[in-house]
């Protein structure tokens, strides 16, 4: 059974900063890439950054600059480091796993294996 799970969610200021993690559990060998996910109340899902065995790494424009998903070595294992965290930044944020081409890497729809979700919550 594969399972994803998310940690290090929690209340920040804004301007503060967070650090996630998301643990894998029973994913096929074949699994490219690792990718974090964020949902607002009342929004569609969003890609946030996306991660790949080779180590390419891509990131939503929203984050640029502010959102790093470092390099590890363990393979089941995907951080994402947040910066300078704004109040539009709050909502779920999820692990999923999957094997996209790589202009897909930020779709949900690439991605086969999700996480339960951990909230990240930013005031002003």
């Known amino acids: 059974q594969v399972q994803l799970v998310e940690s290090g969610g929690g209340s920040v200021r804004s301007g503060g900063s967070l650090r996630l993690s998301c643990t894998t559990h029973r994913l096929p060998t074949s699994t490219y890439t690792l990718a974090w996910f964020r949902q607002a109340p009342g929004k569609e899902r969003e890609g946030v950054a996306a991660?790949?065995?080779?180590?390419?790494?891509t990131y939503a424009d929203s984050v640029k600059g502010r959102f790093t998903v470092p390099q590890v070595n363990a393979e089941n294992m995907l951080y994402l480091k947040m910066n300078n965290l704004k109040p539009a930044d709050t909502g779920m944020y999820f692990c999923?796993?999957?094997?996209?081409?790589?202009?897909?890497?930020?779709?949900?729809?690439?991605?086969?294996?999700w996480g339960q979700g951990t909230r990240v919550t930013v005031s002003s």
């Open positions: 991660i790949s065995r080779g180590g390419s790494t």
């Open positions: 999923a796993a999957g094997s996209p081409w790589w202009s897909q890497a930020l779709r949900r729809a690439s991605y086969n294996y």
